[in-house]
């Protein structure tokens, strides 16, 4: 069980790409209460996930599993959002804007998401033990 007897959110994401390795960084650092556990999709256990929970299989989104619900693209990124310490709860309202829109911009970010540089693109394990369900 995680926070206020929930279960615990799942966050599958593509583990070749150092974006997205270091917004998994982020997050940790901003989820103290342990409520995210993290998966890479290309992982045994993330295509297990993948598979179980009727999850698109595409590296360009990120796959939020959250109460036996699947959130992809901006929905999963405003619903993270709002399990993080302050001030990123705030974004949650990023979900009044139109779908089509934050998706649009989502995907924009997804196509070019390899070539952006990251200052963090190796992503520290060790020091979040129990966090990531793929070892």
């Known amino acids: 069980m995680g926070t206020k007897g929930r279960t615990r959110g799942i966050i599958l994401f593509d ?22 556990r993290f998966a890479s999709q290309e992982s045994e256990v993330g295509r297990q996930l993948i598979a179980n929970s009727g999850a698109p299989a595409d590296l360009s989104t990120v796959v939020l599993l959250e109460d036996e619900a699947v959130y992809v693209k901006s ?35 997804a ?16 020091a979040f033990r129990g966090r990531f369900l793929d070892g």
């Open 75 to 109: 929905d999963a990124w405003f619903r993270i959002a709002r399990r993080l310490t302050w001030p990123w709860p705030v974004f949650y309202a990023g979900l009044l804007v139109p779908r089509c829109v934050r998706d649009r911009i989502y995907d924009l970010v």
């Open 15 to 36: 583990g070749t790409c150092g974006l997205c390795s270091a917004v998994v960084q982020f997050l940790l650092q901003r989820d103290p209460n342990g409520f995210f």
């Open 111 to 126: 196509r070019h998401r390899h070539r952006i540089p990251s200052p963090r693109s190796c992503l520290n394990r060790t």
